[in-house]
């Protein structure tokens, strides 16, 4: 059983930049398409990012495109987010996921715990 605990949430101001990281544990980690999921008040869950293991190809939202960038250290089993240019609509609770197929297409087997992060203008 993989799991997952995201860190590096908090409160930001608009155009304001923030990492946030997830810790996998439980897995083959380089064998693990992971991923970033958020879910604002009112709203559905949606996909932010993914990166796949194999090749480690990546695929955004077009919401986010350009401003957030994911990656991952296989050495150390962490994903990492890394969110610049933020804008109040970024805020939500953002969700590491990890899948060994399908990530890319918003597809996940597991999920973490959650983190804040809220926006301010």
């Known amino acids: 059983q993989v799991q997952l605990v995201e860190s590096g949430g908090g409160l930001v101001q608009a155009g304001g930049s923030l990492r946030l990281s997830c810790a996998a544990s439980g897995g083959t980690f380089s064998r693990l398409g992971m991923g970033w999921f958020r879910q604002a008040p009112g709203k559905e869950r949606e996909f932010v990012g993914g990166i796949s293991w194999v090749g480690g190809s990546t695929a955004y939202a077009d919401s986010v495109k350009g401003r957030f960038t994911i990656s991952r250290d296989n050495a150390k089993d962490t994903v990492y987010l890394q969110m610049t240019s933020l804008k109040t609509e970024d805020t939500a609770v953002y969700y590491c996921?990890?899948?060994?197929?399908?990530?890319?297409?918003?597809?996940?087997?597991?999920w973490g715990q959650g983190t804040q992060v809220t926006v301010s203008s």
């Open positions: 996921a990890a899948s060994r197929w399908g990530i890319l297409d918003g597809r996940s087997d597991y």
